[in-house]
Structures are given as structure tokens and as C-alpha cells.
């Protein structure tokens, strides 16, 4: 395989999946393409219920007493678009724009995360090499739930004895250990009412430089939501006024770049609020004029509202988010400049009947997960508010007897002349589940280096997809005991 050869093919593959929309839990459609496309090139494939993909390539002739390895990754990708771009996440295809550096998608997120490592993978099922038997394993959901591999049946993993996950973002970072994290939903019934002030205004803070609530969570940047309640806090100290609304749309594991409110006040000169505007226009300057370069803060007259909430609806929510942790929460003592807890606050979603504001706490420590859902808990009953927690999913601790981690830093020394660095990630990978189904597989993780991910700035550089694919083949070709 030449290096053009593997670019080209790995590049195809990718093709074929931007043009097929894969949200979490739509991805009924990039499954079954899959499949077919699997069975076409001599593989034996299952689907599971939950359109997992389980997709077995026999042993290299002479290789087949070597052990089983399992290369996985995700099918579904976060679907998110820049201000103005029409964009459906359910119909509209990945506009894919290859600069010769960088591979970009035209005004949404491009979904190398991680449709590049199905397509490295689909890719390397189709060459011949020395290797065992090899298992492709891709799942659903992800990026939302991680349901496709909770559901895996644990027969799959059983049988191996090495994963390779294909879902990191940093081609020479070696990860192995994760964190664990838990969905925590805080909701308020809202009592509506007809408005009794006359004027209407929309506020919106926007254009922050959000990214992935793990990965970014130690950056530094402004989380949208937690602004907006500041903004609000700062109004109701200034005038009257009643909210009809508040909203930010990002995913749960994405720091959030932009929220808006819509609010109603006695005021008919918008320019009063250029105080408040101002204001936090202060606030990220001095708190965050580091990393925030590009923010922007809109007070602007609207129409009016059908109806508002209560002053107590209100003033339960905005508490609520003031007062809810966000950001690093905990660096590790143990190994340098890893987050060991943190959490993220938002999407915020107005309802017909209620208001939800979703949080994600994550941690390589279970005991923490647990202990900061019970924080939330009881903050929930301080600010009138409706704490529910889903499963926690687990961590994925260290295996200090890795043979795997050896071979990939060895291999990847050998074919790029400096050394990789063995990290743990302070974010949620799929291993977690693999590990609690079999805590005997020896797993690490990799990908070529994907910049931005979850946002529509998200770009994967070139020059290190063909040294990925040839890394994972040179390790599968060392895993001969």
C-alpha cells in the first residue's frame, strides 16, 4: 500500500459516510451501508437490534492460531452548524472541502469524529497483510448515550483479547484510561401567563469558542449559558421584567457558544440595556479575554411574547444555573495535568410545560460522579428544580500490564522516529463499557489528529491519517501472542 493509495481509499471511505446523515440514534441508514459494504469485500457481518455493526475478517493465511483483535469505532457524529447555514441534521449531507492540509466541511461539523476511524478501519478490512483474526465493531449513539455499547452483547468481547478504539484526536497522544460521566436533566414545570409589561427584547451572547466538554474543559473557554444567567440576574436588578424564554441548543457535551433570552420590561428604549451589554461585554473581557476572542452580546427590540413565565419560575431557573458547578472542578493527583472532574452546564430548552437544563458531570473517579449527582440533588431542592440522573456510565482505568500499550508506543517509534505519549482522557470513550463487559481485554485508543471537534470548525489534518492507518496495521501485525 502506498501512502497515496491509503489517503485515497481511506479518503473514499470517508466520502461515502458524509454523504449519509448520521445523527445519534438515526443511524439505521450509515449501518445498513455499512453492512452491505462489508459483505461485498468477503467479511461476515451481524447487526444487532440497536444497528450495531459486528463485522469479522478471517486470520491472514498462517496467522490463524494469533489472537482475536477488535478494531472499533462510532458510526454517528454531533451535528452542528455555523449561524445562517441551513442545515437538517436528519437530511442534509457533509459538504466536504479538502484544502491539502485539512479536511473541513462546509459551514457544519465534519464528522471525523469519528467517522474517520470507520473508515480507516472499513479501509484496512479490505487489505491483505499479516494479521489474525480481526473484528470491527461500530456502534451507535455515542456522542448522546453511548446506548449501542451498553447494548453490545458481551459475547463480542469475550473472545479477544486486544481493542484498538479509533476515537481519539491526537495522533501521537496514546490513550488509555477514560473518564466516566453521567446525564443529569434538571427540569422546572413553568406556570405561563399573558405579559403586563409592553416591550419585548431578545438577548443573545454568541460566538464564544465552546468545543468538547472534556477535551476543552480545562481550556478556559465562557460557557453561553451560564452568561445568560448573569445577564438576566444583572436586568432583574436593573428594571422590571419577565421571561418568555431561554435557549442553547448545543449538544450535552459541548461547551456552549451561544444562548439567547427573550424578555419583557415597562423599558421601550432598548438603549438602557447597553448598560447590561456592556456589562458582560466587561465580564468576558476580563475573565476570559484570553481565549475569547470573537464573542459578541446583542440586546435587540423583538416582538412580543404570547406569554411569560412566573417571577418564581424564573428566578428558579436562573438560580439554578448560577449557582450549578461548571468547568475543572478537580485536577488528578496522580498523574500531571489531567482533570480528573469537571462539569458542563447546557443545552437549556424552554418547553411548552417546562424549562430543562441539561448538565454533565464527568470523572476518572467513580466515587466523584456519584458524589457531584448528589451535589446537583440537592441544589435542585435548594432552587425548586427537578434533578433526574441516568446510569452512570464507568471509567476505564489504567492497565499497568498493558502488551498493547507497549506494542503501540514501540510501533509508533519505529515508524515515525520519536516517541509517543501514553496519556489518560479526561472525556468518554467506549472502552469504559468494553472493559466493565470484559475487564481481561487489553484496549488503548488512537486517531489521527481532529481539530475542533464538535464544532463547526472541526477539521481533521492530513498528514497524519496515513501514519493512523499505518499504525494500526503495524500493531496488528506485531499481536502474534
Given at each position: 500500500m502506498t501512502d497515496k493509495e491509503i489517503m485515497d481509499g481511506v479518503?473514499?471511505?470517508?466520502?461515502?459516510?458524509?454523504?449519509?446523515?448520521?445523527?445519534?440514534?438515526?443511524?439505521?441508514?450509515?449501518?445498513?451501508?455499512?453492512?452491505?459494504?462489508?459483505?461485498?469485500?468477503g467479511c461476515d457481518v451481524i447487526q444487532d437490534e440497536k444497528h450495531n455493526l459486528i463485522i469479522d475478517k478471517q486470520a491472514a493465511p498462517g496467522c490463524e492460531n494469533w489472537p482475536r483483535v477488535i478494531l472499533q469505532a462510532h458510526m454517528d457524529m454531533v451535528c452542528v452548524a455555523k449561524e445562517g447555514v441551513v442545515y437538517n441534521p436528519v437530511t442534509s449531507l457533509i459538504k466536504i472541502?479538502?484544502?491539502?492540509?485539512?479536511?473541513?466541511?462546509?459551514?457544519?461539523?465534519?464528522?471525523?469524529?469519528?467517522?474517520?476511524?470507520?473508515?480507516?478501519?472499513?479501509?484496512?478490512?479490505q487489505q491483505d497483510f499479516q494479521h489474525g483474526p480481526i473484528r470491527a465493531i461500530f456502534t451507535v449513539d455515542e456522542e448522546q448515550g453511548m446506548s449501542g455499547a451498553k447494548a453490545l452483547d458481551n459475547k463480542y468481547l469475550l473472545d479477544a483479547k486486544y481493542l484498538i478504539n479509533c476515537d481519539s484526536e491526537d495522533f501521537d497522544i496514546l490513550t488509555i484510561s477514560s473518564a466516566g460521566s453521567v446525564n443529569i436533566d434538571a427540569e422546572r414545570r413553568i406556570t405561563w401567563h399573558k405579559p403586563e409589561c409592553r416591550f419585548a427584547y431578545e438577548f443573545t451572547i454568541k460566538d464564544l469558542h465552546g468545543g468538547h466538554s472534556g477535551e476543552a474543559i480545562n481550556c478556559g473557554y465562557a460557557n453561553a449559558v451560564k452568561i445568560a444567567a448573569q445577564a438576566i440576574t444583572f436586568i432583574s436588578k436593573k428594571t422590571e421584567m419577565e421571561l418568555a424564554s431561554f435557549n442553547s441548543y448545543k449538544a450535552r457535551n459541548v461547551i456552549p457558544s451561544e444562548a439567547t433570552f427573550v424578555f419583557t420590561t415597562p423599558l421601550s428604549d432598548v438603549n438602557v440595556f447597553n448598560v447590561v451589554v456592556s456589562k458582560i461585554n466587561k465580564y468576558l473581557n476580563e475573565a476570559y479575554g484570553q481565549t475569547e476572542k470573537n464573542f459578541k452580546v446583542i440586546c435587540k427590540p423583538?416582538?412580543?411574547?404570547?406569554?411569560?413565565?412566573?417571577?418564581?419560575?424564573?428566578?428558579?431557573?436562573?438560580?439554578?444555573?448560577?449557582?450549578?458547578?461548571?468547568?475543572?472542578?478537580?485536577?488528578?493527583?496522580?498523574?500531571?495535568?489531567?482533570?480528573?472532574?469537571?462539569?458542563?452546564?447546557?443545552?437549556?430548552?424552554?418547553?411548552?410545560?417546562?424549562?430543562i437544563i441539561y448538565c454533565f458531570p464527568r470523572s476518572s473517579v467513580d466515587i466523584l460522579v456519584e458524589e457531584i449527582t448528589s451535589l446537583y440533588k440537592q441544589l435542585g431542592k435548594r432552587c425548586g428544580v427537578r434533578v433526574v440522573s441516568a446510569e452512570p456510565a464507568p471509567g476505564w482505568p489504567v492497565n499497568p500490564d498493558s502488551k498493547?500499550?507497549?506494542?503501540?508506543?514501540?510501533?509508533?517509534?519505529e515508524q515515525n522516529g520519536y516517541d509517543m505519549q501514553a496519556k489518560s482522557m479526561h472525556a468518554g470513550l467506549e472502552c469504559s463499557y468494553f472493559y466493565a463487559k470484559n475487564p481481561h481485554l487489553d484496549m488503548v485508543s488512537i486517531g489521527p489528529n481532529n481539530i475542533d471537534i464538535h464544532s463547526p470548525n472541526e477539521r481533521l489534518e492530513l498528514k497524519t491519517l496515513v501514519p493512523h492507518v499505518k499504525l494500526i496495521q503495524g500493531m496488528i501485525e506485531k499481536l502474534n501472542k
Open positions: 479518503l473514499a471511505e470517508f466520502a461515502n459516510m458524509a454523504a449519509i446523515p448520521r445523527p445519534s440514534n438515526c443511524e439505521r441508514q450509515i449501518s445498513n451501508f455499512l453492512k452491505e459494504r462489508a459483505l461485498s469485500f472541502i479538502n484544502d491539502g492540509e485539512y479536511l473541513r466541511a462546509d459551514g457544519t461539523s465534519l464528522g471525523a469524529d469519528d467517522g474517520i476511524g470507520v473508515s480507516a478501519i472499513m479501509y484496512l478490512l423583538c416582538e412580543l411574547p404570547e406569554k411569560v413565565m412566573s417571577d418564581e419560575d424564573m428566578r428558579s431557573v436562573v438560580d439554578f444555573i448560577n449557582l450549578s458547578m461548571t468547568g475543572v472542578l478537580k485536577m488528578s493527583t496522580v498523574e500531571k495535568d489531567l482533570v480528573e472532574l469537571s462539569a458542563n452546564i447546557g443545552p437549556v430548552v424552554t418547553r411548552e410545560n417546562h424549562v498493547l500499550k507497549d506494542i503501540a508506543l514501540k510501533t509508533f517509534k
